[in-house]
């Protein structure tokens, strides 16, 4: 519980505290309004409590102030005039409720729990309002209705709230950036700047350059100060993607930065502070990477205080029309295109095909669609009989079961709810084998 009192006189500022703190209270006084004005903000969880008459700014203007930033913060107001229209006044203009002077601890004690009762329940309804907002936001921005899409959203509005370091990994085309966005735009960082870098295309004769920025006459060429991505994301987010491509000599001063959240422009010896949260993507497992070399473990722990995984699009096959039909509309209408409807067999070789590029070859696929320049060869058959089809889908689905369970026969079985011998025929139809999904260095039995 938490309140605000002022007033103009030191000695009743002193008896409320000690009431209030001796009710269990959390207090901070006040002299002034503008004092006041200067503490608050829309999220304050507590109760104002003021005094009506001051000499700069009054209660009532207070009051004025407080109603503009925030109409449901309850305010109290007191007043030792017994002045019956100012206290009807105030309660038009806002107020929770009114006391006069001389008023007893167990009268505002009252006053203040039953309003502190109201702001609790405000502060909830806001937070699930915007819990609400940010799922649908979220939605809207990490499109499908796979089980694995639900738990990326969950996982990123979790982590998004924290100040962690994230390694994001994923394949190519399976939107690392626009998941390491949202992570940015859901954060409090939100208001500053999103830094993005491609390590792999920054070649290594400018690279320190580039993240770490320069000072006039720091190498040939150097013609003026260059703020580099690091200094320029400052407060907000620098996104590094794939971060496995950073030359060895730039993980060390990175981790430095990481560390002392310091940097120095090339040519400088001055230190510049740096608040930034690193996001990074890689495709590789970055362990291999250590032992074979080629990247610092000490910046591998940095970078990888937590992890998120985004599942490949042959894993999530029922987002697939939603994510072409949202793609196909899109880019009808940014060539002034009428949207052209996706036909039954066009949609069953989008379920067949693999995507190895995932949803950026998704994406090209249907802007081709909209153009009406004809849908990608998504299979290599020919055969568009329904009986061909419905084999290609059948393959698909046991790989992709195969490849859920890890080669593990029996739960095969129980996820296609299968008997073994109609699984192994289909398996030998298909030219499958258990051994080909079986987890690394494991031999099949």
């Given amino acids: 519980m938490q309140a605000l009192f002022i007033d103009d006189e030191a000695a009743i500022r002193q008896a409320v505290q000690q009431w209030l703190e001796l009710s269990g209270w959390q207090v901070r006084t006040c002299a002034s309004a503008s004092e006041a004005l200067g503490l608050l903000t829309r999220d304050y969880p507590g109760v ?209 930065v990481i560390q002392e959240k310091t940097l120095e422009r090339l040519g400088s010896n001055r230190s510049i502070q740096v608040d930034l949260r690193v996001i990074s993507a890689v495709k590789p497992d970055l362990h291999d990477e250590v032992r074979a070399g080629r990247f610092r473990e000490d910046l591998l722990y940095r970078l990888n205080v937590a992890e998120i995984q985004i599942p490949p699009l042959r894993e999530r096959r029922e987002d697939i029309p939603l994510l072409f039909e949202h793609f196909a509309s899109q880019a009808a209408q940014r060539h002034g295109r009428e949207p052209r409807p996706l036909q039954p067999r066009e949609l069953a070789d989008l379920l067949a095909h693999d995507w190895p590029g995932n949803v950026r ?44 369970c890890r080669g593990n026969i029996a739960e095969v079985m129980t996820l296609l709810q299968l008997p073994r011998r109609t699984l192994n025929e289909k398996m030998l139809r298909h030219g499958l084998s258990r051994g080909d999904f079986l987890p690394a260095g494991q031999d099949e039995e």
């Fill in 48 to 256: 104002v409590v003021s005094d009506v008459r001051m000499p700069d700014l009054d209660g009532l203007a207070l009051l004025d102030r407080l109603v503009a930033l925030d109409a449901e913060l309850p305010v109290v107001m007191v007043t030792g005039h017994g002045d019956v229209p100012m206290a009807v006044q105030a309660l038009r203009q806002g107020a929770y409720d009114f006391i006069e002077k001389p008023f007893t601890p167990e009268r505002l004690l009252d006053s203040l729990r039953r309003a502190q009762d109201k702001r609790k329940l405000v502060m909830e309804n806001r937070q699930l309002r915007e819990q609400y907002a940010r799922k649908d936001r979220i939605e809207s921005q990490l499109l499908g209705v796979s089980r694995a899409m639900e738990q990326l959203r969950r996982q990123v509005l979790e982590l998004a709230g924290t100040n962690v370091n994230l390694l994001i990994r994923g394949e190519t085309g399976c939107g690392k950036e626009r998941v390491a966005r949202c992570l940015h735009d859901f954060s409090p960082r939100a208001e500053r700047p999103f830094v993005a870098l491609n390590c792999a295309a920054i070649p290594d004769s400018i690279f320190e350059s580039e993240l770490f920025g320069h000072e006039s006459g720091a190498f040939t060429g150097a013609q003026g100060k260059r703020i580099g991505r690091i200094e320029h994301a400052n407060g907000g987010s620098l996104f590094l993607d794939e971060v496995e491509s950073l030359p060895l000599a730039q993980q060390a001063k990175l981790l430095r």
């Fill in 361 to 404: 070859e998704l994406t090209n696929a249907a802007e081709r669609h909209a153009l009406g320049i004809g849908s990608r060869d998504t299979d290599a058959s020919d055969d568009q009989s329904l009986t061909a089809q419905m084999e290609r889908f059948e393959t698909q689905c046991l790989q992709r079961a195969l490849q859920h």
